[in-house]
């Protein structure tokens, strides 16, 4: 992508779709009531303010890292400042569906502000959408009502706080229907954590530990075609462990059986599972065994 318009504030999200935002650092952009055809001319966006899509049409497509971005007709994508999208456009795409745009100063001081890191779907680096029921876009939209209804008032004293609650609202929601698509996505991720488990033992059983070392969790997310965080979360929920220590029980679970092998010594095991330093093996088989690899060698 050569031509990326940066979007610092969000008076230049409104401006590249021909509009202008009442409100310094937040806004609601209606695309189907607005003249909002985007300059065409730009490959993609890149973002140093929250954005929030609602997606009501067809034929736009996101794409980040080389990806298609999972952005059906009915859902919602989440986008944090540092995070940069490739857009792509077919001849019939008409916008429709809404853009909240809010600078990260507008939640200075706010209990909002101090809790943004804990909505990981702002860092999910825009491979899963939302994707939302009728009921629950109907909530969503009734939220950016309210956000929309603060914005056209006289500002007072009040209007922060309702506009930055509302916004905390609406995401809070978004949290309830992310684990409700974890859900009923069961079978989906069933498959995704057989492949996890199917990878982790072509790994470990390969030279790939050798040449690359210990299989990082981004390494699984991009086999799987997901992102780190989302992938994190999916196996979480599932197995209760997280995406590290699943991996870490994989790894243990091979070195108690390459422990048995009288001729090989701990440092020679500790390197063919892809650690640097034998002792850092030995302290992760200790602490998860809760004996040392000699130890354990010795008690079978």
């Known amino acids: 992508m050569k031509n990326i318009l940066v979007i610092n504030t969000v ?53 980040y890292g080389g990806g298609e971005y999972d952005f059906d007709e009915g859902s919602m994508v989440f986008l944090g400042p540092g995070q940069q999208v490739g857009l792509e456009y077919e001849p019939d795409y008409v916008p429709k569906g809404y853009a909240l745009i809010f600078h990260p100063d507008l939640l200075l001081g706010s209990e909002l502000g101090r809790k943004m890191n804990s909505y990981n779907f702002f860092s999910y680096s825009v491979k899963e959408a939302l994707h939302l029921s009728a009921r629950e876009r109907e909530l969503i939209l009734s939220v950016l009502d309210k956000i929309q209804y603060e914005l056209e008032q006289n ?14 609202l609406m995401l809070d929601y978004c949290i309830r229907f992310y684990d409700r698509q974890f859900l009923t996505r069961e079978i989906q991720h069933q498959g995704a954590l057989e492949k996890f488990d199917s990878l982790l033992g072509t790994y470990f059983s390969s030279e790939k530990p050798k040449t690359n070392g210990l299989p990082s969790v981004s390494y699984f997310a991009e086999n799987l ?5 989302y992938f994190g979360d999916l196996v979480k929920k599932e197995t209760g462990y997280s995406a590290q220590e699943y991996i870490q029980n994989k790894l243990i679970d091979v070195a108690k059986e390459k422990v048995f092998d009288p001729n090989k010594s701990v440092s020679e095991i500790a390197y063919e599972l892809g650690f640097k330093y034998p002792q850092h093996f030995s302290r992760l088989f200790k602490q998860k065994v809760g004996y040392s690899p000699n130890e354990f060698r010795q008690l079978n």
């Open 225 to 229: 075609h997901l992102s780190a965080n």
């Open 155 to 168: 500002l007072d004293k009040h209007s922060k706080k309702l506009i930055v609650s509302n916004i905390e």
């Open 11 to 63: 008076a230049d999200y409104f401006k590249w779709r021909s509009s202008r935002p009442s409100h310094p650092l937040v806004g609601i952009l209606d695309y189907e009531n607005s003249d909002a055809f985007p300059d065409y001319s730009y490959d993609g966006l890149y973002f140093n303010c929250y954005a929030v899509f609602l997606k009501d049409a067809k034929n736009c497509k996101l794409k």
